[in-house]
């Protein structure tokens, strides 16, 4: 009896070996056959920067690049255009997902509902910023306004609940949502936002705020997604966006 409940478990220890050595590994900027059959698609091929532009300046080169599989903002292009990345596609009821690393005391952003004219400076005049942010040596100052933390509605509200950070240089992993103008964003699977953009609160939200200086801030549920640069350093793979 002994001998054959120990067989049992040994087989099932095999079972479960050969299981796991059977699953393909799903290699970076690249979708599984359950996200096609879902509806994924990548934001980022890991080769090249096709589906992006600089905000107002075309395909225009810029300080963004590709280097080892990354979508970066090269810190040592002093010679090249500066600019926030967009995507070539509007998008409208959308769950975006990205992982991100940056740089010591970095600072940087992920905008939606971007619109672009030649009559809107930057990307940030129009659509509100997912924050991206290194805590440890940003500064005490900085992060005396938890609104400005990462995975925050920058300038707006601070975090739902709070997520923990990877140390600068680690791979953040991070989800943007929205439906009809209702949008939540998570950082390493952390609900840290929520708001309805078509509400008379978020439109009182603005009015309060520095972006009131802008008119056409927050009034839009639908445009492009934007990269904002960081000259010392931010970096994004896995992009992927299922359009809802």
């Known amino acids: 009896m002994k001998k054959t409940i120990i067989s049992l478990l040994s087989f099932g220890l095999i079972v479960t070996l050969l299981g796991s050595c059977s699953e393909k590994k799903i290699a970076n900027n690249e979708l599984s056959d359950q996200e096609k059959e879902k509806g994924w698609t990548l934001l980022f091929d890991g080769k090249t920067t096709n589906g992006w532009h600089l905000y107002n300046q075309g395909k225009a080169p810029s300080t963004w690049m590709v280097k080892n599989e990354e979508l970066l903002c090269n810190p040592d292009s002093a010679n090249l255009l500066h600019g926030d990345l967009v995507s070539d596609k509007v998008y409208k009821n959308f769950d975006l997902k990205f992982e991100w690393k940056i740089s010591k005391a970095g600072n940087s952003g992920v905008f939606i509902n971007v619109i672009e004219?030649?009559?809107?400076?930057?990307?940030?005049?129009?659509?509100?910023?997912?924050?991206l942010l290194e805590h440890e040596n940003i500064g005490a100052d900085?992060?005396?306004?938890?609104?400005?933390?990462?995975?925050?509605?920058?300038?707006?509200?601070?975090?739902?609940?709070?997520?923990?950070?990877?140390?600068?240089?680690?791979?953040?992993?991070?989800?943007?949502?929205?439906?009809?103008?209702?949008?939540?964003?998570?950082?390493?699977?952390i609900l840290t936002a929520e708001q309805d953009l078509t509400a008379e609160t978020w439109k009182k939200m603005v009015s309060n705020s520095y972006f009131k200086n802008f008119p056409i801030f927050g009034k839009n549920t639908a445009g492009r997604i934007a990269l904002q640069e960081w000259s010392k350093g931010v970096a994004f793979r896995n992009i992927k966006v299922k359009e809802l």
């Open 142 to 189: 900085y992060l005396k306004d938890s609104t400005k933390w990462s995975a925050c509605l920058y300038s707006f509200a601070p975090q739902k609940n709070i997520a923990k950070l990877k140390p600068f240089g680690e791979w953040n992993e991070s989800n943007i949502k929205q439906n009809n103008g209702k949008i939540e964003f998570y950082l390493n699977g």
């Open 117 to 131: 004219q030649d009559t809107i400076p930057t990307a940030w005049a129009s659509g509100p910023e997912y924050q």
